[in-house]
């Protein structure tokens, strides 16, 4: 597509239920990455895939978070046991390697966790 | 860690006056990018600096890079309500990989 989606553009969900959020990246882009804003703070990273390589998972603040990349394309958010603290927005961003022009941002998923 | 301080953190201008954000990096910095968010979107990518003492120009926004002061400034002339938002640096963390972000410059532009 033209850009980077992401759905659902927004989800309440009950304490307790797992969650799943979808990127779909640019076509052709090497590199996916998770990122996460809570009001008031600013982007805190999650975790990077880069091609086959293995992901960075170092910025995931749980075991309860989990992510996944299907044929190099489309990625999955997975949060289990949802908290209140995992109020936010998260936001998908995609890129090609090595490209000049930054990261392309999906319009986020905000999720409220009641 | 790398960390990216924003300054100010927010700034109230009268429309057509001119302004400045700053970007300060704790470490060597591995090219600097600038992008804008406004409420409930995506970052919009701005421009990226990779080699101290460049510049870019974007419209009305020129930003620059002082690589031995481990900083970026961001300089809108004549703003315009259509300017507010909050604007965002990031770097990469080491020599590549993920960006990390300041935590943001929160513009509004009075008519």
């Known amino acids: 597509g033209a850009g980077v989606s992401q759905s659902p553009s927004n989800k309440v969900t009950e304490k307790g239920k797992d969650v799943e959020l979808r990127c779909d990246p640019i076509s052709g882009h090497t590199a996916l990455y998770w990122y996460r804003q809570s009001l008031g703070q600013g982007l805190e990273f999650l975790i990077y895939f880069q091609g086959n390589s293995a992901p960075d998972k170092s910025g995931l603040p749980s075991d309860r978070f989990s992510a996944e990349r299907t044929g190099g394309s489309v990625s999955t958010l997975t949060i289990q046991r949802t908290q209140q603290e995992d109020s936010a927005v998260y936001l998908c961003a995609s890129s090609s390697f090595g490209g000049d022009y930054g990261y392309t941002f999906g319009s986020g998923t905000r999720l409220t966790v009641v | 860690s790398q960390e990216l301080e924003q300054s100010p953190q927010s700034l109230i201008v009268q429309e057509g006056k001119n302004l400045t954000i700053n970007c300060t990096s704790s470490?060597?910095?591995?090219?600097l990018y600038w992008y804008k968010q406004k409420y409930g979107e995506g970052l919009i990518f701005l421009m990226m600096l990779q080699k101290g003492g460049e510049e870019k120009s974007h419209e009305k926004i020129t930003a620059k890079l002082d690589e031995k002061k481990q900083q970026s400034s961001l300089h809108i002339t004549a703003s315009q309500p259509s300017h507010a938002g909050i604007y965002l640096c990031g770097a990469h963390r080491g020599s590549q990989g993920n960006l990390i972000f300041g935590k943001g410059t929160k513009l509004s532009v009075k008519p």
């Open positions: 470490k060597t910095l591995y090219g």
